[in-house]
Nanobody, 121 residues
């Protein structure tokens, strides 16, 4: 069974930085794409950033130039470096993996638990 474990959230002042990590485990052969979504109270979950196994990236307009997603394919781990944080970045951040190939099964989508990011003004 594939599991995603996200970590690195916390409380930071506006203008500060945080780095989120998402580690996938479970006898994985490959992962097509990994990414981060976020959900603020009363709002829908939205894509923050995603990266393919080849390194292609996609960012929400609201985080372009401030957030950087990267990935270590050998470790099945993705990272989200968040700089110049704003109070509106406050949300629970969820790790996501798509097309996860294991020895016994191909998962179309796997979600990790949320990690809370709080940015104070």
């Amino acid at each position: 069974q594939v599991q995603l474990v996200g970590s690195g959230g916390g409380l930071v002042q506006a203008g500060g930085s945080l780095r989120l990590s998402c580690a996938a485990s479970g006898n994985i052969f490959s992962i097509s794409a990994m990414g981060w979504y976020r959900q603020a109270p009363g709002k829908q979950r939205e894509l923050v950033a995603a990266i393919t196994s080849g390194g292609d990236t996609n960012y929400a307009d609201s985080v372009k130039g401030r957030f950087t997603i990267s990935r270590d394919n050998a470790k099945n781990t993705a990272y989200l470096q968040m700089n110049s944080l704003k109070p509106e970045d406050t949300a629970s951040y969820y790790c996501n993996a798509r097309e996860v190939e294991t020895a016994s099964y191909r998962y179309l989508e796997v979600w990790g638990q949320g990690t809370l990011v709080t940015v104070s003004s």
